[in-house]
């Protein structure tokens, strides 16, 4: 195919490899442990940061990266401190991050350029420097797992447990949200702040259907959001659609079609 | 039940203990010594504080006043020898993991922060299974145990490790009744080996397996025997229903020594 000839094309891929590591990985633990929505509220929270850059002049996402790893230290710090419901303050960081990023962008004089490719992702515009940090953060996130997955098992199955072991908890929990924090600023970029709470559940719902194992459900994560990415990259090209709403809607597409499957086969042969 | 104390070695002890949340008191003056192969049931209301005491016995709540001491407790990889059975309701039931990794994860803190288990580990967590009947239960993740099952697994987890105390904080609840009578035999069995202190509503039917009762409500008292009768626990201001199991739970009470 001709378009493999275009370097953006193969940027976009590298991309969709990096974001399928990350996503895959992150979005396992995500969705193990039930934090769906405190994601949602950092992804949404670091909008904050992007339009203090725009404001600053420096790169967004770097706001972005200061903005997502602070609301994910921050959420914990204040429903333990404040005595607060989590996910109230989930809800009170989710909505400030984006009201400050609108004041701010509205406070930069001129045009902001590439707005769009934040909120909705952009995969065919990723540069050799967001692939670089891309990269990187999949390598700190790989082996971070393999140095500490079991105690990151141990953890997050029954934290209670843990603790009366003395095993450092709340170390490994702030670290992990970081990573989870540091996954959304750079998947930013491919999918955008609307659309990236599905990287990080669609793939995992589609793959807990074919094992119920924390480590088979990472790697199959993996596998299938790069066939969904690749698959949305290539709608994308061929029907001229934004990339990141045709990401999802593939990844949507085959979560339909496994859950389809697997119903059918339940009818089938019911004793299986 | 006393002279027993004479011979055993004390594993801990809490010396008038206040503890709560918030600022807020849900024990006060606690206190308590456990001996190697106690067995003590804990009784007491909802809200009396049970699940409070048995956090600062597991060294998880500090307490506003008094002391916890542990004699002994640590092994030489500076593991504390408790093993622990959580309340049932604290346990996330779609968590991807399989029986077998929950029973081994009971290893989890003799190993480093990035120690991988070893074949031996896993040796040692087969071998647990097989003690708890449940060795064709291996690859099963915990959402489709039963609750019997479940309990099991746990069970496994908390003792893998030989612990010298032995802690379990309702385990009746949503089990059947065969495992039930199975996990009290058990009990029985390990407390040759540990010491084990049993949480519980149901006294009616644990009092022919426990040594002595501890009621918990706010204050703790400790009764030395197993035979208590309604008075007694009015006495001990522990307002809770003996159940029967048939019978008048005075008679089900001391019918057993």
């Keep these: 195919m001709e378009i493999f000839q275009y370097q953006f094309f ?30 949602g509220g950092i992804t949404h929270s670091s909008f904050g940061g992007i339009g203090v850059g725009y404001y600053m002049g420096v790169n967004p996402i770097w706001g972005a990266a200061v903005f997502s790893v602070l609301s994910a230290l921050g959420i914990e710090f204040f429903s333990k401190k404040g005595q607060l419901r989590h996910d109230s303050v989930i809800g009170i960081w989710w909505s400030f991050g984006m009201a400050i990023g609108i004041i701010f962008i509205y406070l930069t004089p001129g045009y902001a350029p590439n707005l769009m490719t934040y909120l909705f992702g952009s995969i065919l515009t990723v540069s050799q420097g967001d692939l670089l940090f891309m990269g990187l953060l999949t390598g700190v996130i790989v082996v971070f797992f393999l140095l500490f997955f079991r105690m990151i098992l141990f953890i997050s199955f029954d934290e209670s447990y843990a603790r009366v072991f003395g095993m450092p908890v709340t170390l490994i929990k702030s670290l992990l949200i970081s ?23 669609v793939p995992q719902s589609i793959a807990n259907q074919f094992t119920q194992v924390f480590s088979r459900m990472m790697f199959y994560s993996v596998g299938i959001s790069l066939l969904g990415v690749v698959a949305g990259l290539l709608f994308s090209y061929n029907q001229d659609v934004p990339s990141g709403a045709s990401i999802i809607f593939a990844l949507i597409v085959l979560f339909g079609l496994t859950k389809a499957g697997f119903y059918l086969r339940d009818k089938l042969h019911p004793h299986r | 039940m006393k002279t027993n104390h004479i011979m055993s070695e004390k594993i801990l002890e809490l010396q008038s203990v206040d503890a709560g949340y918030n600022g807020q008191r849900v024990i006060s003056e606690a206190n308590l010594e456990v001996y190697d192969h106690d067995f003590i049931g804990m009784i007491g209301p909802n809200g009396g504080g049970k699940t409070t005491l048995l956090k600062v016995i597991l060294g998880v709540l500090k307490p506003f006043r008094g002391k916890l001491i542990y004699h002994q407790i640590y092994d030489a990889d500076h593991v504390k020898r408790i093993g622990y059975l959580p309340q ?8 991807p993991i399989s029986a077998l990794e929950v029973v081994m994860s009971g290893l989890m ?35 489709e145990l039963s609750g019997g099952q479940m309990q099991r ?86 307002p809770i229903q003996l159940i029967a199991h048939g019978d008048v739970p005075h008679t089900v009470l001391k019918r057993h020594d």
């Design chain 1, 10 to 39: 193969i940027n976009a891929l590298w991309a969709a490899l990096f974001t399928s590591i990350t996503c895959g990985i992150i979005g396992t633990y995500i969705v193990s442990n039930r934090i769906v929505f405190l994601s």
């Design chain 1, 179 to 201: 990573l989870v924090a540091l996954t959304i600023v750079v998947n930013i970029k491919v999918v955008g702040i609307i659309l990236l709470i599905s990287l990080l559940t």
């Design chain 2, 88 to 95: 049932f309701s604290m346990i996330d039931r779609k968590f």
């Design chain 2, 109 to 143: 803190p003799h190993h480093g922060l990035t120690r991988k288990y070893s074949r031996e580990d896993k040796q040692r967590a087969r071998q647990m299974m097989k003690r708890m009947g449940i060795s064709h239960l291996e690859d099963k993740v915990v959402g």
């Design chain 2, 153 to 238: 697994v746990f069970l496994g987890r908390a003792i893998i490790g030989s612990p010298r105390l032995l802690i379990l904080d309702e385990p009746n609840t949503f089990v059947d009744n065969q495992f039930e009578g199975e996990l009290y035999e058990h009990l029985r069995e390990l407390n040759q080996e540990m010491a084990i202190i049993l949480v519980t509503h149901d006294i009616g039917t644990i009092s022919s397996y426990v040594k002595t009762i501890a009621c918990v409500n706010q204050q703790v008292f400790y009764h030395h025997s197993n035979v208590i009768t309604q008075e007694q626990l009015s006495a001990y201001n522990c």
